[in-house]
Nanobody
Framework: QVQLVESGGGSVQAGGSLKLSCAAS??????MGWFRQTPGKEREGVAT??????YYSDSVKGRFTISQSVDKKLLYLQMKNLKPEDSAMYYC????????????????????WGQGTQVTVSS
């Protein structure tokens, strides 16, 4: 079993930056990714990564960067030029199945989930 623990969330003003981290207890095959959810809104795939590819939602492309350690046990999300609409609970996920951008950004395809870390962006 894989346990995921996120850290790095907090409050920041619009235009600022945050870097989220996710520590995995073990390696898992497939995609790892970051997802976010705001009360009343659907869960959104933010960014995903495999050994060869990264994918981003249209809303964060160019502002966020996902990366991982060589052993796949550390996952990061560098968030720049943050906007109020980025405010959400951010979740780390692993064990993502499928192929391509659409499937990798589908949270229902992930097996392991962290507890979440809150990001709040004020204007």
């Amino acid at each position: 079993q894989v346990q995921l623990v996120e850290s790095g969330g907090g409050s920041v003003q619009a235009g600022g930056s945050l870097k989220l981290s996710c520590a995995a207890s073990a390696y898992s095959a497939g995609y790892m990714g970051w997802f976010r959810q705001t009360p009343g809104k659907e869960r959104e795939g933010v960014a995903t990564i495999s050994s060869t590819t990264t994918y981003y939602s249209d809303s964060v492309k160019g502002r966020f960067t996902i990366s991982q350690s060589v052993d796949k046990k550390l996952l990061y999300l560098q968030m720049k030029n943050l906007k109020p609409e980025d405010s959400a609970m951010y979740y780390c996920a692993a064990g993502g199945s499928g192929n391509g951008r659409t499937q990798s950004l589908d949270g229902s395809r992930y097996y392991y989930w962290g507890q979440g870390t809150q990001v709040t962006v004020s204007s």
